[in-house]
């Protein structure tokens, strides 16, 4: 989709010159969030100005769907992919939806199709279309606005969308709801992204894979995983931090080590008696209560050995549930702090779909780990 060929870009010339990049080669393909990593002057973010050609080219090639940018329009080339920034950029003077219609316009799309276009954004970030539409940017807060930039970038339905640390200035609050909320999108819409942080959280809860730079150089293009568990030298290892191995309970999901069919579910209308027995024939800690399909709650021996009556009746209820894109992190520190190990999974109707066990996250981590790499 977009393939960077030995990309290299100097500033200046002679003695005064600054390579800013040299011999870049890499391939984002279809569908891939790839995040530009690293420090400030690593190069990541002229990295993506050159994706659109903000910045010229030196040496080497950008090539989007095979043809060399060099060689297209460069202002047909930026209709064509969305850009979200920091600053966002909204136009202070135009409504919520005109700041929203800006590319559609220039591309001589008519007023009802824009229109509906707007609509469909805004409810798409989670924002109502017949409260926000007639605002201006001023009315809303940052994380508001920011979701317009993001519903600006998509407007034209563009293929590829290019975000240079578009969620950087919201608080960690906010920051963390946008970045779940433009995830569950991103699963919808499977746009080719490239995503400029500076943050190796956000790196790698939002990405596929990472790009680190360093000095204007490529120092390792892999999945976040790869990059925690087998990172290529000291410098990357270092700036992953001494605590990937607990980095890496941000990028496992609940997905990812579910048990859709434990062995310790009943029935709301078991009978105690019953249950108490299976769990003492099985060494079950407990048994978890299913009514309609949803869980209820969980029982022990000592909530049963001496009840009659259904176990509807007898259960405690759990404090939380999760979801299937809960990061084992949070998780594991649900289970620490509701002194838990085990926690039910449930569907956006809150249907059970599974299990997630503290010997579930440990048994992942383990794996992640099954051969260590030299450091250079």
């Known amino acids: 989709m977009i393939s960077y060929d030995h990309l290299t870009k100097i500033y200046g010339e002679g003695k005064d010159a600054v390579t800013a990049l040299e011999d870049v080669t890499f391939t984002i393909e279809k569908g891939e969030v790839v995040i530009f990593l690293g420090p400030s002057g690593c190069g990541k973010t002229t990295t993506l100005r050159c994706t659109n050609r903000l910045e010229s080219i030196t040496r080497g090639k ?173 410098y990357v290892a270092d700036f992953v931090g001494a605590d990937r191995a607990l980095k890496v309970l941000g990028i496992v999901l609940a997905k990812d080590i579910i048990n859709p069919r434990p062995r310790n579910l009943v029935k709301g209308e078991d009978p105690a008696g019953d249950v108490l027995k299976m769990i003492e024939e099985k060494g079950l800690r407990h048994a978890i209560v299913i009514e309609q399909g949803k869980p209820i709650g969980y029982v022990s021996p000592e909530n049963l050995k001496y009840e009659q009556g259904h176990v509807r009746d007898l259960v405690e209820k759990y404090p939380m549930h999760i979801s299937k894109r809960t990061p084992a992190r949070d998780i594991l520190s649900y289970m620490l702090m509701l002194d ?37």
């Open 62 to 234: 950008v090539l989007v769907n095979g043809q060399d940018v060099m060689d297209m329009d460069a202002v047909a080339l930026r209709r064509q992919m969305g850009y979200v920034i920091q600053d966002i950029g909204l136009f202070p003077n135009k409504t919520i939806a005109e700041n929203i219609a800006v590319v559609p316009k220039l591309m001589g799309w008519d007023a009802k199709k824009i229109a509906e276009r707007v609509d469909e954004l805004l409810s798409l970030v989670r924002l109502e279309p017949e409260l926000f539409r007639s605002r201006y940017p001023a009315e809303l807060s940052g994380g508001q606005q920011q979701r317009v930039g993001v519903a600006r970038g998509l407007a034209a339905d563009p293929e590829i969308l290019l975000m240079d640390e578009p969620f950087g200035a919201i608080d960690p609050i906010n920051r963390e709801q946008i970045q779940d909320e433009f995830l569950k999108l991103q699963e919808r819409l499977k746009k080719t992204i490239a995503f400029v942080s500076h943050d190796i959280h956000e790196a790698i809860k939002m990405g596929d894979r990472i790009a680190l730079f360093t000095n204007g150089r490529l120092v390792q293009y892999d999945t976040p995983a790869m990059l925690l568990t087998h990172p290529k030298n000291k």
């Open 340 to 376: 838990l190990l085990t926690l039910c999974v449930v569907d956006d109707n809150g249907d059970f779909i599974g299990t997630v066990t503290y010997n579930d996250i440990q048994k992942k981590v383990k794996e992640s780990y099954t051969s260590d790499v030299e450091m250079d």
